[in-house]
Nanobody, 130 residues
């Protein structure tokens, strides 16, 4: 079965960098769209960045120019490089995976899809910016 395990979270000063990783197993990685979502206390889960099976990416407006998503298909690993972190970036960050499809590709063309577009989730890693 699909397993996604995030790591790399922690506490960081505002303006600093942090890199999150997500180790994936149990599915044909190259056929999946992958994404990072985040959820702050009292807030709904929101999309941060996605990377489709063809390498195309989307970003939330709030992180464009500061965050970079990438994937290593050889090692089934997803990355999120975060820089110029702000206090508003504090949240639990989740890795998500969904089978690539024409429908999902169409949603991605409109921007970050809602969390409901993804069915496989990791347990999350906490990021605190102060």
């Amino acid at each position: 079965h699909v397993q996604l395990v995030e790591s790399g979270g922690g506490s960081v000063q505002a303006g600093g960098p942090l890199r999150l990783s997500c180790a994936a197993s149990g599915f044909k990685y190259t056929n999946y769209c992958l994404g990072w979502f985040r959820q702050a206390p009292g807030s709904e889960r929101e999309g941060v960045a996605t990377i489709d099976s063809d390498g195309s990416t989307t970003y939330a407006d709030s992180v464009k120019g500061r965050f970079a998503i990438s994937r290593d298909n050889a090692n089934n690993t997803l990355w999120l490089e975060m820089s110029s972190l702000k206090e508003d970036d504090s949240a639990t960050y989740y890795c998500a995976a969904e089978t690539s499809s024409p429908l999902l590709t169409a949603l991605l063309a409109l921007g970050i899809p809602s969390p409901g577009a993804f069915t496989n989730w990791g347990q999350g890693t906490q990021v605190t910016v102060s």
